[in-house]
Structure formats: C-alpha cells, structure tokens
C-alpha cells in the first residue's frame, strides 16, 4: 500500500521552499485563500536559521567522549 522512496534532503528541501514560495503567492493574491503570511513566515525562518547558523558555527574540532 505504502512505499519508501529514499530522497537526498537538499531534493526535498528545494520542493519544501517551491511549495511554500507558491502558497505564499496564492495567499498573498487570491481573495479567500488564507495564510500567505504565515507561508512567508516560514521562509523568513529558513532563511534566518541558515544566516544564524553561519554567523555562530564555529569550526572547532568536537570533543571526543
């Protein structure tokens, strides 16, 4: 009934920002689709998780247990 397709995450992670880009865009648009903000509101968290991330990683070795 079910089947397990094994997909790289970047793949899966280019259809999650397309699908929240186009819903964005229909709710923005479309009079009576709710929640074009709040899509919107999901890339604007994509986007500044990455930028945190990059701005405090550090490149130091981790600490073997």
């Known amino acids: ?3 397990v397709i094994e997909v790289p995450v970047w793949i899966m992670l280019g ?3 397309a699908m929240q880009a186009v819903f964005a865009a229909v709710g923005l648009t479309t ?3 709710t929640g ?3 899509y919107l509101a999901h890339l604007g968290g994509l986007v500044f998780g990455a ?3 990059r701005a405090l990683a ?3 070795n981790a600490i073997a247990a």
Do not use: M, R
């Open 1 to 3: 009934l079910f089947t």
């Open 36 to 38: 074009g903000a709040a």
């Open 58 to 60: 550090t490149k130091a």
């Open 31 to 33: 009079p009576g689709f």
């Open 51 to 53: 930028l945190a991330v």
């Open 15 to 17: 259809v999650w920002i």
